[in-house]
């Protein structure tokens, strides 16, 4: 019995005692944080808003009235939560007689300005042309504050539309853009 209690102790005390070793000699090296693996582009979607934060990997906003935002990789040097929105009514192409809305309203907030050499690319669905309409008279509106207003918000801040071409490519009418106001979009056409 003497010598079992005497085997007990020598094994608890060889167990306690395993000595200090560094993690480096128990693993076979140095612990090393893995280097994080760069994220890939993202995706939103949405039936009245579609919000993603986008980084230098890019991004597509999609609303299920068609209306698509596509920030390609390096347009973006920072992560900027970007929201693609159904807008306020509006009238971007107000004159029925030279003027039509083609598609929704749309809103992307905040304003965003692409890197040099890089653009947004906003479209909707191609849609049948007003009669009387050709597809030179595609145009995008752009919400823009007035060069001598501060811009607060599109309800207290005098705005003025600024149309930009569009073309029709893969079955929707597209517009590149450098850069975004935060102010609501719409397509139309404008002779």
């Known amino acids: ?3 079992r209690i005497i085997g007990c102790a020598l094994a608890l005390m060889c167990a306690g005692c395993g000595g200090s070793q560094d993690v480096g000699e128990t693993t076979g090296g140095p612990l090393v944080e893995p280097e994080p693996e760069p994220a890939g582009p993202v995706s939103a979607s949405g039936t009245e808003e579609a919000r993603a934060a986008v980084g230098e990997a890019g991004g597509t906003l999609s609303l299920t009235n068609g209306a698509r935002l596509e920030i390609p990789a390096g347009a973006l040097q920072g992560e900027t939560e970007v929201v693609l929105q159904v807008g306020a009514d509006g009238r971007a192409f107000g004159d029925a007689e030279r003027q039509r809305p083609l598609g929704p ?3 992307v907030v905040p304003a ?3 890197t040099e050499g890089t653009s947004f690319s906003i479209s909707i669905p191609e849609q049948p042309l007003p009669s ?3 597809s030179s008279d595609l ?3 752009m919400e823009e504050v007035d060069d001598d207003q501060r811009a607060i918000d599109t309800l ?5 539309w600024q149309f930009y071409p569009v073309r029709v490519e893969g079955g929707r009418f597209r517009a590149d853009v450098g850069g975004l106001p935060g102010h609501r979009l719409q397509f139309g056409v404008a002779r």
């Open 112 to 114: 965003i300005l692409a």
């Open 132 to 134: 009387g309409f050709e």
């Open 1 to 3: 019995m003497k010598l």
């Open 105 to 107: 309203m749309i809103n």
């Open 139 to 141: 145009a995008f509106a």
């Open 156 to 160: 207290g801040t005098q705005t003025r």
